[in-house]
Antibody
Framework: EVQLVESGGAGVQPGGSLRLSCTAS????????MHWVRQVPGRGLEWVSF????????HYADSVKGRFTISRDNRKKVIYLQMNSLRAEDSALYYC????????????????WGQGTLVSVSS | QSVLTQPPSVSGAPGQRVTISCTGS?????????VHWYQQLPGAAPKLLIY???KRQSGVPDRFSGSKSGTSASLAITGLQAEDEAFYFC????????????FGGGTKVTVL
């Protein structure tokens, strides 16, 4: 059974930093790209970031580019999202999401989702 | 404001058929990019329903179906059931790196 378990969400002041983690199990982790997608509770979904199967390529939404960094450790089956210079508009539930391909962003879709970890940015 | 436009809500009685539209443009759906659909039950994470325009994910009942034409796609639910009350999101891709992955704004399906 595929499981994705996020952690690291917390309350933080504007300008602060957080690192989210996602531990995967139940599938061959190093065969698939992984993503982060966020959702303001009660609102829509926003794709945030993507990392290919071996970590050699990453891509970000314009809204987080230059502030967020995605990475992965295939030995530990974990992906990370380092979030710096946080803003109020980054407040959301962050989902770790499994892709279905090794590394083609514009053909990938999301077949398994974690339960999310909540980030709140407020002074 | 989402690049892919969905109606905020649709409703139907049990057993009826409802459809949810997802309208894009020539730079996303109209460019031939695949459309995928997700269901989000209250308090739960999204779940993949339909991929590649019209393919049901394993375990998804056949009362869910997807289609695409031109710059729009649709999700149909036939034989609506109480358990189908949820939010539904479409997803596709843009033609520029700035619009790599696109989601619709979501549609709330209410079973009357």
């Amino acid at each position: 059974e595929v499981q994705l378990v996020e952690s690291g969400g917390a309350g933080v002041q504007p300008g602060g930093s957080l690192r989210l983690s996602c531990t995967a199990s139940g599938f061959t982790f190093n065969n698939f790209a992984m993503h982060w997608v966020r959702q303001v509770p009660g609102r829509g979904l926003e794709w945030v970031s993507f990392i290919v199967w071996d970590g050699s390529y990453t891509h970000y939404a314009d809204s987080v580019k230059g502030r967020f960094t995605i990475s992965r450790d295939n030995r530990k089956k974990v992906i990370y999202l380092q979030m710096n210079s946080l803003r109020a508009e980054d407040s959301a539930l962050y989902y770790c999401v499994k892709g279905t391909l090794r590394g083609t962003l514009t053909a990938d879709y999301f077949d398994f989702w974690g339960q999310g970890t909540l980030v709140s940015v407020s002074s | 404001q989402s690049v892919l436009t969905q109606p905020p809500s649709v409703s139907g009685a049990p057993g009826q058929r409802v459809t949810i539209s997802c309208t894009g443009s020539n730079s996303n759906i109209g460019a031939g990019n695949d459309v995928h659909w997700y269901q989000q039950l209250p308090g739960a994470a999204p779940k993949l329903l339909i991929y590649g325009d019209n393919k049901r994910q394993s375990g998804v009942p056949d009362r869910f179906s997807g289609s695409k034409s031109g710059t729009s796609a649709s999700l149909a639910i036939t034989g609506l059931q109480a358990e189908d009350e949820a939010f539904y999101f479409c997803q596709s891709y843009g033609s520029s790196l700035s619009e790599s992955v696109l989601f619709g704004g979501g549609t709330k399906v209410t079973v009357l």
